[in-house]
């Protein structure tokens, strides 16, 4: 039995969860529950113990000092709960971790012990994947379920894929089985320019999330800061010949497939989106919570020091082309994308 306490009896909840690792390409989609969690000054009230599900060796500890004094920070999942405000107050329950190492019906076992627990009435996971996308057009981000009943009510896909999965796809299926509703959320990153952050993807990734639940969700710096990163990558692109030409034959069979949807339901959720931010004050959030400045590192490559993205690799035959999927490509550098996506990435 999970005991909760000091954790208020929630309204309405919903669990929005998202994973380092193998289902967050670019990192978008932790990326949009850390911002979640910043925006709306979440309170951690629960973390998985780290022995029971990570290698340390595949996720290590890291030291740091506090004060003179050592501590060491455990790679692991953690929960924290949002109350936003307005007309009709809701809770969010935000679980924010790693791809565990090991004992994955556990780990979704005790997930959703947290979900009964706290009354929630739906989790939606979020997910990015690598894909045949432009950076120059707006981000494809399909709704998945397994619940064919969600899927009709909500104007979802269900899902047909068959493979590989990551911890994504084993969550959506453990809430199905348990009797609750899921929903999982994919953002394509192009493929050629994968390296985080990718705050276009969080940005489409939170937008989505914003129409299905239902709650005007603050985007503080997103919108400059995917702004500045796709102006980045067009003047790297922009140096490349062979680059600007494979984006070009992307941005070509992009808008040949979509055509058909610009229609007048598409128009009409693009306008209610519009009214819904309209509506509220200039820098506050639902129920006039002040929203905070963003983070300077969703521009950075922590690893190089640079504040835009790298060079794209020269373009080669697209993903998928010799018998190897996307994801086969990039898992050595754990940033793949989860393989619900491969048959329905394309679908919104």
């Not at 060491?72 to 929960?79: A, E, G, H, M, V």
């Not at 981000?141 to 979802?156: E, F, K, N």
């Not at 199905?176 to 993807?201: I, M, R």
């Not at 919108?223 to 692109?237: F, K, M, S, T």
Request: with cysteine.
């Amino acid at each position: 039995m999970i005991e909760l306490e000091g954790v208020p009896e929630l309204i309405d909840p919903v669990m929005v969860a998202a994973f380092e690792g193998w289902n967050d390409a670019g990192d978008a989609a932790s990326t949009a529950v850390a911002h979640l969690d910043r925006e709306w000054k979440g309170e951690v009230f629960a973390a998985l113990d780290a022995e029971d599900y990570y290698d340390f060796q595949v996720n290590r500890p890291t030291v740091w000092l506090d004060g003179g004094v050592r501590k060491i920070t455990w790679p692991t999942t953690r929960l924290s709960v949002v109350r936003v405000g307005g007309d009709k107050p809701r809770d969010l329950v935000l679980v924010r971790g790693i791809e565990p190492s090991m004992r994955w019906r556990s780990f979704c076992n005790e997930l959703l012990g947290f979900a009964h627990e706290l009354g929630v009435e739906m989790v939606v996971v979020l997910g990015a994947l690598l894909g045949d996308t432009p950076h120059t057009r707006p981000v494809p981000v399909s709704g998945v379920t397994s619940d064919p009943d969600l899927a009709r009510t909500m104007d979802l896909e269900e899902t047909r894929y068959e493979g590989p999965t990551g911890i994504v796809g084993i969550l959506q299926e453990a809430c199905t089985h348990a009797g609750v509703p899921a929903v999982s959320l994919w953002a394509a990153v192009p493929h050629y320019v994968s390296q985080p952050p990718n705050p276009k993807a969080t940005m489409a990734l939170l937008n989505r999330l914003e129409d299905l639940i239902g709650l005007r969700i603050p985007l503080g710096e997103l919108p400059e800061d995917a702004r500045a990163w796709q102006v980045g990558v067009d003047q790297l692109a922009a140096e490349d010949s062979e680059v600007a030409e494979y984006v070009q034959t992307l941005e070509e069979a992009r808008d040949t497939a979509e055509l058909p949807e610009a229609s007048g339901e598409a128009i009409a959720r693009e306008f209610e989106r519009y009214l819904r931010r309209r509506d509220g004050a200039p820098g506050q959030a639902p129920g006039g919570h002040a929203t905070e400045s963003g983070d300077a590192s969703y521009l950075r490559d922590t690893s190089s020091g640079r504040t835009r993205p790298p060079k794209p690799p020269k373009p080669g035959p697209p993903p998928g082309a010799t018998g190897e999927s996307a994801q086969d490509q990039s898992s050595d550098d754990d940033t793949g994308p989860g393989p619900e996506d491969s048959s329905d990435s394309s679908e919104d």
